[in-house]
């Protein structure tokens, strides 16, 4: 008999190698710039979450797509490492997505993308049988292995970071939409993040809208609120809402009241903007309790749910 794998959080959706540039501006037309940092190393909005679920002290796990590659080989093992359970991870011939990142000294990023002939992993891809998350976060970019964790009680979280296929498809099937800005502007066609919230919460049961330096606002019910940005001196923002939906999770996870999941969430996401690269400024347990803290803010303890080792 097979025992099923608890987890914490089970983060359903894209990884990628990210090589990330610092450059003094992002180039114009025909224009060659030089770096003047340079780093490498795992991302992708899922994958990412999966990390600082982890190095908060959650047991997560990744299910998305790998290649058989160079980049899949070496983000495999960086998830290994972190203690993120990889049992569900598809490997296959197509090549892993990836990432160039140019920074800006004022942490501003652009990015660009190579998927190639990689799509999209079918439904029955992962075999999900012997799995027991308490919360599971999409990221939208695996709609289809999504459909495996909908409607069967377990509370699940949309990373919502634009309007896509994906997203369009789990926007309102979830139990916390948690969008960004650009996805808000995107959805309403229009830059209105007030009324924004205000129809999407018509159709989805909470929803967050993350404002960068403006902090957020949510509706959760009857409930509706904001919260403030945490004023940190920003190096990069690559990461940000990953480390917020990881977070976010995580404090679901553990049950938390919803005033202290928005601190814990929001403080992870300023601290990831604090270093350069997404993955190596993912806060662990202990720098984000010293944070909130300094903040004057008093969050319960994650007690057992972060005493545990992670399983690989």
Known sequence: MTLALDLDVLCVGHASYDLVFSVPRHPGPDEKTVASGFLACGGGPAANA???????????????????????????????????ITA??????????????????????????????????????????????????????????SQNWLGRGFPTVLDAGSLHTGTERLMFAVDYLAASEKFAREWLGRDDPEQALSRLAERSPAVVITLGERGLIWRRGSETGAWPAYP??????????????????MALAAGWEWRHSLAYASAAGALCCMALGARPALPDREHLARFLAEQGEDLPDLGALTARKNPR
């Open 88 to 145: 569900c991870i598809a490997r296959g011939a197509s090549p892993t997505p990836l990432s160039a990142v140019l920074v800006k000294p004022d942490g501003q990023r652009a990015l660009v993308n190579y998927k190639g002939e990689t799509r999209s992993l079918p439904r029955g891809a992962i075999d999900f049988s012997h799995i027991a998350p308490k919360v599971v976060l999409f990221d939208g970019h695996e709609p289809d292995l």
């Open 232 to 249: 940190v001196a920003a190096v990069d923002t690559t990461g940000a809402g990953d480390a917020f939906h990881g977070a976010l999770a």
């Open 50 to 84: 999966a990390v600082a679920v982890a190095r908060l002290g959650g047991r997560a796990a990744f299910a998305g797509y790998l290649g058989r590659d160079v980049y899949g080989d070496l983000h495999y093992e960086e998830l290994r490492r972190e203690g993120v």
